[in-house]
C-alpha cells in the first residue's frame, strides 16, 4: 500500500527558510516515479509548484517559487524534500506532496506543470497528510 508521509513546516518569519519531506512507502525501492509539491489556501484551489521525475532528477518550478525553492530526491532514503528560502508572506498555505497513480506523463525526462490541458491536475493519486506553512512579516 503507497503511502506518503509528510513532515517539516511550520511558522518562520519572512526572508527565513523551511524544508519539508515526503518519505514514500509502498513503492519498489528503485522505481522511476513522479512527484509534485502542491500547496493550497482555504478558497483556493491546490496549485501544484514543483514537480520531479526520479528517472532522470529533472524538476519544474511555478513561476511564483521558481530561483527560491528546491525540490530533491533522496533514493536511499525514498524521501523527497522541499527546501524554501526567502519565504515571503504569500507562501502562507497548506503543503502536500502528491502523485499520480498508475504513473505519470513525463516529457523530455520532466513532468510538467503545465500543459495544453492546462496546469498540472492529480485527479487520482496519492497524496500526502498536509503540513502548514506559515510566514509572517
Known amino acids: 500500500q503507497v503511502q506518503l508521509v509528510q513532515s517539516g513546516g511550520g511558522s518562520v518569519e519572512a526572508g527565513g527558510s523551511l524544508r519539508l519531506s515526503c518519505q514514500v512507502y509502498?513503492?519498489?525501492?528503485?522505481?522511476?516515479?513522479?512527484m509534485g509539491w502542491f500547496r493550497q489556501v482555504p478558497g483556493k484551489e491546490r496549485e501544484g509548484i514543483a514537480t520531479i521525475f526520479t528517472g532522470s532528477e529533472n524538476t519544474d518550478y511555478a513561476d511564483s517559487v521558481k530561483g527560491r525553492f528546491t525540490m530533491s530526491y533522496d533514493h536511499i532514503k525514498m524521501t523527497h524534500y522541499l527546501q524554501m528560502d526567502s519565504l515571503k508572506v504569500d507562501d502562507t498555505a497548506m503543503y502536500y506532496c502528491?502523485?499520480?497513480?498508475?504513473?505519470?506523463?513525463?516529457?523530455?525526462?520532466?513532468?510538467?506543470?503545465?500543459?495544453?490541458?492546462?496546469?498540472?491536475?492529480?485527479?487520482?493519486?496519492?497524496w500526502g497528510q498536509g503540513t502548514q506553512v506559515t510566514v509572517s512579516s
Open positions: 509502498g513503492f519498489n525501492p528503485g522505481l522511476r516515479h513522479c
Open positions: 502528491g502523485t499520480q497513480r498508475g504513473g505519470c506523463s513525463v516529457k523530455d525526462g520532466t513532468w510538467p506543470l503545465s500543459g495544453p490541458a492546462g496546469p498540472l491536475r492529480i485527479i487520482n493519486g496519492y
